[in-house]
């Protein structure tokens, strides 16, 4: 497997010329393997019925506003429509109108490139193992840790009104299961902002030995058993009103960090807790001290045996999900929409989690240069309709002051040989 990830990757990028016969933009999406493509549209049917603006098309488009960050139909079409040339390397029959991408968008099952993300994902997951910053917890070794958060989009409610928030406030929410070592989305449900965080990870589920990760929105004490029944260790922070007795309190030693105020084996002891079957359950209450903002936070976990140290470690990688929310907020399009139907929306987010797995995928198995993803989204961008190599693009072109260069002198023939040449 890994041998033809490799083969689609090098047939992307073929050589590290600087010229090349297809657009950067091209490139890229020919990281896609075309059978997956094919696969997805075969399971949903999703060009049944259209003789123009087929799936490819679609995907295109959205990636191309995705990676080109373009705020409405217009500037798509705009975009690709360059030259009849470019829209041949593109392998498109023609650029599409705005007209013929809105009706795509909101008719198109999204489910199509969902399940296109989720191809990805498996098919170069051993170019994934892990990302090059990652640093394992020694207590832990190599075990799963998936963190568990969402993130909400701003909307107008009269144009998305079916995005419910608040009386006068649309928006819509990604509900995200990140793996930490490789930093990608493995699960992500898309919902109107009105539906809880508790409510969106209904259906994250994880194989024996995972480590979950989640912030005080995740509190609940019927999650707390699916976790324990799936064999996984939840970290997550307790709520201030939660009641509970303490059984015993585990001595703090001189290898415990100065953070560590408090480490005590407790039972939950509220109704709530009893009809959850989780009275006779012990669990860790760990107090920690957060010196860069002054402040405690206390942490609940049904994992006794490791260090206290470890268990506030763990929360602590929980921020890494915040920093990924950030970086495809600012660097993708994803907190303004191209459609205003639930399917349009949820099209366009799919996409952008697909522009930003290409994007990471180029960024970690091709470039050579340790480039930040903000500037390498931004070199991706500039460079993406102009005909360079991909290799060159992100391994050759450098953030430094460049001297202009004086053309080189043409050479005029004498008249009489004009005149040979062009009688």
Same mark, same amino acid.
């Given at each position: 497997?890994?041998?033809?990830?490799?083969? %689609?990757?090098?047939? =992307? $990028?073929?050589?590290? +010329?600087?010229?090349?016969?297809?657009? &950067?933009?091209?490139?890229?999406?020919?990281?896609?393997?075309?059978?997956?493509?094919?696969?997805?549209?075969?399971?949903?049917?999703?060009?049944?019925?259209?003789?123009?603006?087929?799936?490819?098309?679609?995907?295109?488009?959205?990636?191309?506003?995705?990676?080109?960050?373009?705020?409405? &139909?217009?500037?798509? #079409?705009?975009?690709?429509?360059?030259?009849?040339? #470019? $829209?041949?390397?593109?392998? @498109?029959?023609?650029?599409?109108?705005?007209?013929?991408?809105?009706?795509?968008?909101?008719?198109?099952?999204?489910?199509?490139?969902?399940?296109?993300?989720?191809? &990805?994902?498996?098919?170069?997951?051993?170019?994934?193992?892990?990302?090059?910053?990652?640093?394992?917890? #020694?207590?832990?070794?190599?075990?799963?840790?998936?963190?568990?958060?969402?993130?909400?989009? +701003?909307?107008?409610?009269?144009?998305?009104?079916?995005?419910?928030?608040?009386?006068?406030?649309?928006?819509?929410? %990604?509900?995200?299961?990140?793996?930490?070592?490789?930093?990608? /989305?493995?699960?992500?449900?898309?919902?109107?902002?009105?539906?809880?965080?508790?409510?969106?990870?209904?259906?994250?589920?994880?194989?024996?030995?995972?480590?979950?990760?989640?912030?005080?929105?995740?509190?609940?004490?019927?999650?707390?058993?699916?976790?324990?029944?799936?064999?996984?260790?939840?970290?997550?922070?307790?709520?201030?009103?939660?009641?509970?007795?303490?059984?015993?309190?585990?001595?703090?030693?001189?290898?415990?960090?100065?953070?560590?105020?408090?480490?005590?084996?407790?039972?939950?002891?509220?109704?709530?807790?009893?009809? %959850?079957?989780?009275?006779?359950?012990? @669990?860790?209450?760990?107090?920690?001290?957060?010196?860069?903002?002054?402040?405690?936070?206390?942490?609940?976990?049904?994992?006794?045996?490791?260090?206290?140290?470890?268990? =506030?470690? @763990?929360?602590?990688?929980?921020?890494?999900?915040?920093?990924?929310?950030?970086?495809?907020?600012?660097?993708?399009?994803?907190?303004?929409?191209?459609?205003?139907?639930?399917?349009?929306?949820?099209?366009?987010?799919?996409?952008? @989690?697909?522009?930003?797995?290409?994007?990471?995928?180029?960024?970690?198995?091709?470039?050579?240069?340790?480039?930040?993803?903000?500037?390498?989204?931004?070199?991706?961008?500039?460079?993406?309709?102009?005909?360079?190599?991909?290799?060159?693009?992100?391994?050759?072109?450098?953030?430094?002051?460049?001297? %202009?260069?004086?053309?080189? /002198?043409?050479?005029?023939?004498?008249?009489?040989?004009?005149?040979?040449?062009?009688?």
């Amino acid at each position: 497997m890994v041998k033809l990830q490799k083969k %689609a990757i090098q047939k =992307a $990028i073929k050589r590290a +010329s600087k010229k090349s016969e297809h657009p &950067l933009f091209g490139q890229i999406i020919k990281l896609i393997p075309k059978y997956l493509l094919i696969k997805c549209v075969d399971i949903y049917k999703s060009d049944k019925h259209c003789s123009s603006y087929k799936t490819y098309d679609q995907l295109v488009a959205l990636l191309f506003g995705q990676l080109n960050k373009c705020l409405s &139909l217009r500037e798509i #079409t705009m975009g690709l429509g360059l030259t009849p040339e #470019t $829209i041949k390397d593109l392998d @498109l029959q023609q650029s599409p109108a705005k007209s013929t991408m809105s009706d795509g968008n909101g008719k198109r099952d999204y489910r199509v490139f969902e399940r296109l993300y989720q191809e &990805l994902l498996k098919y170069y997951k051993d170019l994934y193992i892990q990302t090059p910053e990652y640093k394992a917890i #020694t207590e832990i070794g190599n075990r799963n840790i998936k963190l568990i958060d969402a993130t909400t989009m +701003s909307v107008c409610l009269n144009l998305f009104n079916w995005a419910k928030f608040r009386t006068a406030k649309g928006g819509i929410k %990604a509900h995200v299961s990140l793996d930490e070592a490789t930093m990608l /989305p493995e699960m992500v449900c898309i919902t109107e902002a009105g539906v809880s965080d508790r409510r969106g990870a209904d259906n994250f589920r994880y194989e024996a030995g995972t480590i979950v990760v989640d912030d005080r929105g995740y509190f609940d004490f019927k999650l707390f058993m699916q976790r324990i029944a799936d064999n996984n260790i939840f970290v997550t922070r307790i709520k201030d009103n939660t009641k509970y007795t303490s059984i015993s309190e585990r001595e703090l030693t001189d290898k415990n960090s100065a953070t560590i105020i408090k480490d005590e084996i407790i039972r939950l002891n509220s109704t709530t807790a009893e009809k %959850a079957g989780l009275k006779e359950v012990d @669990l860790r209450r760990i107090t920690v001290y957060i010196a860069e903002d002054d402040r405690t936070v206390v942490i609940i976990t049904n994992q006794l045996d490791w260090s206290a140290d470890t268990i =506030a470690e @763990l929360y602590k990688r929980r921020w890494k999900i915040e920093t990924f929310f950030k970086l495809i907020k600012q660097n993708l399009q994803i907190k303004t929409f191209v459609g205003t139907n639930p399917n349009a929306c949820k099209s366009q987010l799919f996409v952008g @989690l697909i522009a930003y797995f290409l994007l990471e995928l180029i960024r970690r198995a091709i470039s050579k240069v340790k480039h930040r993803f903000g500037h390498f989204a931004t070199l991706i961008r500039i460079c993406l309709m102009h005909y360079n190599g991909l290799d060159y693009v992100v391994n050759e072109i450098k953030d430094v002051v460049k001297k %202009a260069r004086e053309p080189k /002198p043409v050479l005029i023939p004498h008249k009489s040989i004009q005149k040979l040449l062009f009688s």
